[in-house]
């Protein structure tokens, strides 16, 4: 809907998935729970640096025990942001810890949401929020939204990350090339040396980087069709507009690999 709906003090245009995950995010910025939690991922670059893209849920990085914290979150938002829901946007919810494999992950832990409509069956809205380290070399920062202080990593290591998962991810996530393209003004002179520093702690020598980066590259096909589906489902019409009038998907994919090639081959050059 293009209609402002009023949350509270504030007027927002976005799809309910959105407006809920502001919700949330501004909840665990304003409670105990969220203190020294860092804001990262599609998310963080929606809400702070208003990024064309939408995202499907919300990531936060976390130096300590990540099932504690995963469990003081899954508390707050039952306490707090189910109620919220309810009361704004007239949705029932539920909030839980992942079960299963994907719940016992060492390297990241999930909370899911799920709110819905119990009169129309197809009002179903699921937000996974992951709560996972991401390799940092600078010192969080602080971003402020409507009055919100917001904790974040900085600049660099957020669009590093994203270079970092496509690189060390077991199945490329195609959202994370599309920041990387929307993103890579945040790359900064030294980000080769940067790169490689994050790669030896991950146990990922450069050369082996390359290696999967080849291995990326020998499923072009796929993944330039993976990158139209995003240009449709996800960002703003008028900038897919835009992108597909300067090449689309083939040249935001082509651009991207690129710039991880020309990355990968200075960082070799910087690793020890």
């Given at each position: 809907s293009n209609k402002y709906v009023i949350l509270g003090c504030m007027e927002y245009r976005f799809a309910p998935i959105e407006r809920i995950q502001r919700l949330?995010?501004?909840?665990?910025?304003?409670?105990?729970?969220?203190?020294?939690?860092?804001?990262v991922g599609g998310f963080r670059y929606r809400l702070l640096n208003?990024?064309?893209?939408?995202?499907?849920?919300?990531?936060y990085h976390w130096e300590g025990d990540l099932q504690s914290k995963q469990m003081e979150i899954v508390e707050l938002f039952r306490s707090k942001l189910?109620?919220?829901v309810k009361r704004q946007l007239g949705y029932d919810g539920d909030v839980r810890p992942a079960a299963g494999?994907?719940?016992?992950?060492?390297?990241?832990?999930?909370?899911?949401?799920?709110?819905y409509r119990v009169a129309e069956p197809e009002s179903r809205i699921e937000i996974p929020v992951d709560i996972m380290g991401v390799?940092?070399?600078?010192?969080?920062?602080?971003?402020t939204v409507?009055?919100?202080v917001f904790l974040t990593v900085s600049d660099a290591d957020m669009i590093e990350s994203k270079v970092l998962a496509c690189l060390a991810r077991s199945f490329l996530q195609v959202r994370d090339v599309l920041d990387i393209f929307l993103f890579q003004d945040a790359l900064r002179p030294d980000a080769p040396g940067r790169l490689s520093e994050k790669l030896s702690k991950l146990a990922l020598p450069p050369a082996e980087a390359l290696e999967r980066l080849n291995r990326l590259a020998s499923h072009r096909i796929v993944h330039v069709r993976g990158i139209e589906r995003l240009l449709d489902e996800q960002v703003t019409p008028a900038v897919t507009v835009n992108l597909r009038?300067?090449?689309g998907a083939a040249m935001i994919w082509n651009s991207v690999m690129s710039l991880l090639y020309e990355l990968l081959a200075k960082a070799e050059e910087s690793s020890p």
């Open positions: 949330a995010v501004r909840i665990l910025a304003t409670h105990p729970a969220g203190r020294g939690l860092c804001l208003e990024s064309a893209r939408a995202s499907n849920d919300i990531d189910v109620p919220e494999p994907d719940g016992e992950s060492p390297v990241v832990r999930t909370v899911e949401l799920a709110f390799p940092c070399l600078d010192p969080p920062m602080v971003r409507e009055g919100t009038a300067a090449g």
